[in-house]
């Protein structure tokens, strides 16, 4: 591992551990905890990225804020972050998050999807602390901005529920990066720095360019975290081709489909017109080696790349006049870190 | 640069191309949302309330969603010429007088390519148009003999507006089917 990439995960480290602290405070509550408040910080305890929350306190600090006016933005971040982890669990039917079992396996998926919906209220509660920290106007507008960007993560993840459940395979990459505009970008990147922006006291209009720098990058890490599914090592967590015995719509699946022969593009089909329970792992490793020869995984790379390029131009339009800073900078890192990562 | 370098330039130029259409359609969305939210409409109070919170983020499902700019030319085989149109609807007074237009090339998923030379927008240049107007503009695809078979996208752009291509598709498809 590299020095830099070293200091980017310690700093994520460093960030999340804040955030997961100040998260687990919200969790506390009248009933006797072991219905709710363990499975609820259950995933909270395990060690993830924590990249929303550090997004959110470093731009805050970037742009001149006190990153702890920030903390319970930071915190609801998490808490809804983990509230979407736990019902995606139960909609894809993971066996593993972070290199344990699912929240639903280990609990049942009943105890699952209504700890999902206790972390959506825990993460309310924490947003509700901004009116008294950072006073009623600037609390609104967070509020507005937390509604704005949950409603993008929704109708990203149902019309990617949706895809699957319709068998698509005429979608396009275009297609895919409005998906995950609604469905990862806005909750992971764009939303956490435009709320930092705001806490740091940004005026609204100074924020259309932390659209712009939060999608690229948002969408460099989408990639990437989709192409990990197919060749991630040991450090990545997650189950290796589970993306593909989902039938999700990735960049590689899509190219596959324009690239393959027309007898290998029926085997596809009748793949995805199966129930995954159905797809067995030969069957998933098939579709895999396909990628591999068709050259699907290094066009997923190259795309991801040029987006990535697009960050780094987005971030100067962004971040250009803002003084040199240790928050400033582990931003500006956290682009080539999206396109390198092994987690 | 090896054709490998070529490629790979051309698919991160054609990534870039496609996350630059897509986040500046989300700009304008996000700032008309928020311009909503002022001290008099919005009380952060709101947030404590499951039933709103459910109404205005499980309603949005179930409104159909809005389409991106995007020109999809008839499907044609190698050797056959794919014609559409695309209609600009008054963007007001147009900068420098004049709307300029020109035809990116088009890239398959596996890179190839269909020049700019085999591809014609007309009219080129738009001199006027009128309050409330709308303008047609053919676009014209000759795609050559040879063509491998596939998807390929593209875009066109507005010169005087850099940054709001719209982007085609053509689907080029193999000879005898």
């Known amino acids: 591992m590299t020095t ?15 955030a997961r602290h100040k998260a687990l405070v919200y969790l506390d509550g009248d009933d006797d905890g072991e219905y709710l408040r363990t499975p609820a910080s259950d995933y909270l305890l395990r060690p993830g990225k924590a990249l929303r929350p550090a997004m959110c306190l470093a731009a805050c600090g970037a742009f001149g804020g006190d990153p702890d006016r920030a903390m319970p933005t930071a915190a609801a971040l998490e808490l809804l972050h983990t509230a979407f982890l736990v019902h995606d669990d139960v909609e894809d039917d993971s066996d593993l998050r972070r290199g344990l079992p699912t929240l639903h396996r280990r609990y049942g998926r009943a105890v699952a999807i ?17 009116r008294s920290l950072l006073g009623r106007r600037l609390a609104a507008r967070l509020a507005g901005e937390f509604q704005f960007m949950a409603r993008q993560t929704v109708e990203g993840q149902a019309m990617e529920l949706g895809w699957q459940r319709r068998g698509r395979i005429d979608l396009t990459p275009d297609d895919y990066l409005d998906l995950i505009m609604k469905k990862t970008c806005w909750y992971t990147t ?36 989709d192409v990990l599914n197919l060749v991630g090592g040991e450090r990545y967590g997650k189950e290796i081709l589970g993306d593909i015995r989902e039938g999700k719509r990735t960049l590689m699946l899509i190219h596959l489909l324009t690239a393959a022969s027309p007898g290998e593009r029926r085997r596809l089909q009748r793949f995805l017109r199966l129930a995954p329970g159905e797809r067995t ?17 290094a066009f997923a790379e190259e795309f991801g790349r040029g987006i990535a390029r697009s960050a780094q131009v987005a971030f100067e339009e962004a971040f250009g006049a803002v003084p040199d800073s240790p928050e400033k900078r582990f931003i500006a890192e956290l682009v080539p870190y999206m396109v390198e990562r092994d987690r | 640069m090896t054709p490998a370098d070529d490629l790979a330039r051309d698919v991160q130029m054609y990534g870039a191309l496609s996350a630059a259409s897509v986040v500046a359609r ?3 969305k996000v700032d008309t949302a928020m311009a909503s939210v002022t001290d ?26 809005s389409r991106p700019e995007r020109v ?20 007001g007074p147009l900068p420098g007088g004049r709307l300029e237009l020109s035809v990116s090339p088009l890239v398959s998923g596996r890179g190839d390519v269909i020049p700019s030379s085999a591809l014609s927008v007309s009219p080129r240049v738009v001199e006027s148009m009128a309050a409330g107007g709308r303008q047609e503009v ?40």
């Open chain 1, 190 to 225: 764009v939303l956490p720095l435009r709320a930092g922006a705001l806490i740091a006291g940004r005026r609204p209009d100074q924020l259309a360019a932390l659209v712009r720098f939060g999608f690229f990058l948002g969408a460099a890490f989408q990639i990437r975290d």
């Open chain 2, 40 to 65: 008099d409409a919005w009380d952060p109070t709101v947030i404590a309330s499951m039933a709103v919170f459910a109404r205005e983020t499980i309603g949005p499902l179930f409104e159909p969603r």
């Open chain 1, 114 to 130: 209504n700890t999902g919906d206790g972390l959506i209220v825990y993460a309310m509660a924490a947003l509700d602390d901004n």
């Open chain 2, 138 to 177: 053919r676009l014209a695809a000759a795609v050559p003999f040879g063509q491998a078979a596939g998807w390929y996208h593209g875009w066109v752009f507005l010169i005087t507006a850099p940054d709001e291509p719209v982007a085609v598709a053509l689907r080029v498809e193999e000879a005898g089917r």
């Open chain 2, 26 to 28: 989300y700009a304008a």
């Open chain 1, 4 to 18: 830099t990439r070293r200091a980017i995960e310690s700093r994520l480290e460093e960030y999340g551990r804040r």
């Open chain 1, 281 to 297: 792992p030969p069957m998933v490793e098939e579709v895999a080696q396909m990628m591999h020869r068709h050259g699907s995984i």
């Open chain 2, 72 to 91: 999809v030319l008839p499907a044609v085989i190698a050797g056959e010429t794919s014609a559409g149109s695309l209609w600009l609807h008054d963007p």
